[in-house]
């Protein structure tokens, strides 16, 4: 199957309330993981792209990557670009082949950030890419952009709907209370928020800081209509402990592909869990 953009995969998933995970690759190994696991579930999936992690690799790379793992599988997988500030890098992966952009323009004004949500989704729809976009300020660390959680605010409901009126996205990504990285403390979900949200509005909903939160809380926000659950510092953390827990356990082993063949048996298990926890097991044939 070609990569698909969100628009359908996300649409089924909100209509009957489960949720489609995105998760944040590093590298060839990571990308593998996360679309085996979603195939051994069959699931739709999002494999999601940091900028930074597009510019370590390369566009045509990543590109290469994504299309030798999906172009003889019948798995519904979108590639989706994660918080991008910069018009012109959002179009080098359209260009590209990317099937989903995100324009997060969150920090700027409100009026600004319709502007520039706006232009990427005109340049995305002739292409039949999905978009993605932000209100309100998450918490936590997204790349290089620091919030701080006393700074951080909540999307406004009635700025919600204005905004999705002018620029009617595929998917919308409002600042509930969650945080980006590891949360310091219990995190205060502004539920009712997120319902008033779900309530006035069809578009399908993006729970940004999916890390760390307990699956009661993940449950609760897909039922009131997130239909995009974000997962990054988690894989992240099992990549990293991978190779140190091998080499912790088999301190003599200096056999490179064993190393990679453990971390990538921990990534899996981490996507598949989680896959799991969002309902969208046997989703797949949508």
């Not at 597009?54 to 790379?61: A, I, L, Q, S």
């Not at 219990?186 to 578009?203: C, H, M, N, S």
Request: proline letters at 4%.
């Amino acid at each position: 199957m070609a990569l698909v953009n969100m628009t359908q995969m996300l649409q089924k998933a909100r209509k009957e309330k489960y949720g489609v995970g995105a998760f944040n690759i590093l590298d060839y190994n990571s990308m593998k993981a996360v679309i085996d696991a979603a195939s051994e579930s069959h699931s739709p999936v999002i494999v999601q792209t940091s900028v930074k992690t597009v510019k370590f690799w390369g566009f045509e790379t990543m590109m290469g990557w994504i299309h030798e793992l999906t172009d003889r599988s019948d798995l519904p997988v979108a590639i989706h670009l994660d918080h991008c500030h910069e018009i012109d890098f959002i179009k080098s992966c359209i260009d590209a082949g990317w099937s989903s952009v995100m324009m997060d323009a969150s920090s700027k004004p409100f009026e600004e950030n319709m502007r520039l949500s706006r232009e990427v989704y005109e340049m995305a729809h002739p292409e039949n890419i999905s978009v993605e976009v932000e209100l309100g300020e998450i918490g936590g660390v997204e790349d290089d952009l620091s919030v701080q959680d006393e700074d951080a605010h909540l999307a406004d409901p009635d700025k919600v709907v204005q905004f999705l009126e002018q620029v009617p996205v595929e998917c919308f990504a409002p600042a509930i209370g969650t945080a980006h990285g590891i949360y310091k403390g219990e995190p205060r979900i502004a539920f009712d928020r997120l319902k008033e949200i779900g309530e006035r509005v069809d578009t399908p909903l993006a729970l940004h800081g999916g890390t760390g939160l307990a699956g009661e809380v993940v449950q609760k926000c897909i039922s009131l209509g997130c239909a995009k659950v974000n997962i990054s510092t988690q894989l992240k953390h099992a990549f990293i402990d991978g190779f140190v827990d091998y080499h912790t356990s088999s301190p003599g082993e200096y056999n490179p592909l064993k190393v990679i063949q453990y971390q990538y048996e921990q990534v899996k298990e981490v996507v598949k869990s989680n896959i799991e926890l969002f309902g969208s097991v046997n989703k797949a044939n949508a």
